[in-house]
């Protein structure tokens, strides 16, 4: 079944090259069709990043302080609290997102934020997690923002990142692993996943699919920052 085109009209507008005014009015915009247009992408993110995190986190998830970083309408959210966590917060840069995010009950704050023009509404490792679902790739969230998603997370916390892995994102992709990969060179945090994920979601034209499957492909990244703690013995 082919996407519908204000499907595809709407999603490449806001991964277009515009101003970053016009992409939050655009997100404002989207925020009442979100839902029903990443559903008829077939969008797993949410649900793979969410799984990832709850596999690698050590500890009971109900009491771990956890900031979902754009989090848009809450999709990751509401993933998260399948898993156990509850003491969620969130930050978008839409104020259309994040009245969609607020109306789900499940986040314990929201608050707007323009990550990459602005600092985190956090002090200095607050966090024992923190996710940014969906918004790493071209023409949304700089590369240099990760340092201020690290300056947030607590010593031993878990960062959990996505992009996609398309055509029109792959220098973006390429450039954001070499960001990673110096970070654990620096002793910043180690790696704990990187896996690459074919079916991400629907292709919204051939020349994004990958070899001709109708999809494109996306990597879940899930870090930890250093220190981390000891084992605990017995």
Same mark, same amino acid.
């Given at each position: 079944? *082919?996407?519908?085109?204000?499907?595809?009209?709407?999603?490449?507008?806001?991964?277009?090259?515009?101003? =970053?005014?016009? *992409?939050?009015?655009?997100?404002?915009?989207?925020?009442?069709?979100?839902?029903?247009?990443?559903? $008829? @992408?077939?969008?797993?993110?949410?649900?793979?990043?969410?799984?990832?995190? $709850?596999?690698?986190? !050590?500890?009971?998830?109900?009491?771990?302080?956890?900031?979902?970083?754009?989090?848009?309408?809450?999709? /990751?959210?509401? %993933?998260?609290?399948?898993?156990?966590?509850?003491?969620?917060?969130?930050?978008?840069?839409?104020?259309?997102?994040?009245? *969609? $995010?607020?109306?789900?009950?499940?986040?314990?704050? @929201?608050?707007?934020?323009? =990550?990459?023009?602005? !600092?985190? !509404?956090?002090?200095?490792?607050?966090?024992?997690?923190?996710?940014?679902?969906?918004?790493?790739? +071209?023409?949304?969230?700089?590369?240099? $923002?990760?340092?201020?998603?690290?300056? /947030?997370?607590?010593?031993?916390?878990?960062?959990? =990142?996505?992009?996609?892995?398309?055509?029109?994102?792959?220098?973006?992709?390429?450039?954001? +692993?070499?960001?990673?990969?110096?970070?654990?060179?620096?002793?910043?945090?180690?790696? /704990?996943?990187?896996?690459?994920? +074919?079916?991400? %979601?629907?292709?919204?034209?051939?020349?994004?699919?990958?070899?001709?499957?109708?999809?494109?492909?996306?990597? /879940?990244?899930?870090?930890?920052?250093?220190?981390?703690? !000891?084992?605990?013995?017995?």
């Amino acid at each position: 079944m *082919r996407l519908r085109a204000g499907v595809r009209e709407r999603v490449a507008a806001v991964h277009g090259g515009g101003a =970053l005014p016009e *992409r939050l009015r655009l997100y404002d915009g989207w925020a009442a069709r979100y839902e029903q247009d990443v559903a $008829a @992408l077939e969008y797993r993110a949410p649900h793979l990043a969410a799984a990832s995190l $709850a596999f690698a986190f !050590p500890g009971p998830p109900a009491g771990a302080r956890l900031l979902d970083v754009a989090c848009g309408t809450g999709l /990751v959210a509401r %993933e998260l609290h399948r898993r156990g966590f509850r003491l969620l917060h969130g930050v978008d840069g839409s104020a259309g997102m994040l009245e *969609r $995010a607020r109306s789900t009950g499940l986040y314990r704050q @929201l608050q707007r934020c323009v =990550l990459g023009r602005e !600092p985190l !509404p956090a002090p200095a490792e607050h966090y024992d997690a923190v996710t940014v679902v969906g918004a790493l790739g +071209e023409g949304q969230v700089p590369i240099a $923002a990760v340092s201020e998603l690290l300056r /947030v997370t607590r010593p031993g916390g878990f960062l959990c =990142l996505t992009t996609r892995s398309n055509p029109s994102n792959l220098r973006y992709k390429a450039e954001l +692993e070499a960001a990673l990969e110096r970070l654990e060179r620096q002793g910043a945090w180690q790696k /704990v996943l990187a896996q690459e994920v +074919e079916r991400w %979601e629907r292709a919204t034209s051939e020349e994004e699919s990958t070899q001709g499957t109708g999809y494109i492909s996306g990597v /879940v990244y899930i870090y930890r920052k250093c220190p981390v703690p !000891p084992l605990e013995q017995g």
